[in-house]
């Protein structure tokens, strides 16, 4: 499965590691801005946080990880929550437009889409945290170790994983 690849496997695992970070941190930091993003080699941290408190994070996350909290994998300001947020609302407002002849037929059906973006942002809402689960990250870690920890200036940090 496409999945299973290894550059794509391997971006997913440092996903649910980053999430997982993300969530520690969060404890500790409540008002505190912080995002992250995955690659297959590790991860980049946003924010003004610590690099020991990045690194007893990161490392926690990792052993909860291993332990079977897979339900850390999952945050709430994913990207995939925020893109599939805005696209299925987008894609299900613009169907019914899209075969419309005239601009008065539009107009008309305004309502409509208006309704149908309604139904996919309730609908993405349960979505986006599937996808997340399933697709974009994987809590199973296997063998994969935290090889670096670095601040690479004020506000990021790399986590690099093998």
Known sequence: MILDLPLILETRKNHALEHATLHLLA????????AGHSNPTGFFLLGDIPTDDVVA????????????????????????????????????????????RSTFWRVGLIPFALALALFGYFLSKPLGPWLQKYITTEAD??????????????????????
Request: net charge positive; glycine share 10%; charged share 20%.
């Open 57 to 100: 994070c990161a490392n926690e996350a990792h052993t909860r990880l291993t332990a079977g909290e897979s339900g850390l994998a999952v945050h709430e300001g994913c990207g995939t929550n925020l893109v599939v947020g805005a696209l299925l609302p987008a894609t299900f407002a613009w169907m019914p437009l899209r075969g419309a």
């Open 27 to 34: 404890r500790k930091y409540k008002n505190q801005s912080m």
């Open 141 to 162: 870690l296997g063998n994969m170790q935290i090889v670096d920890i670095r601040l690479v200036r004020k506000g990021v940090h790399r986590i690099v994983t093998k």
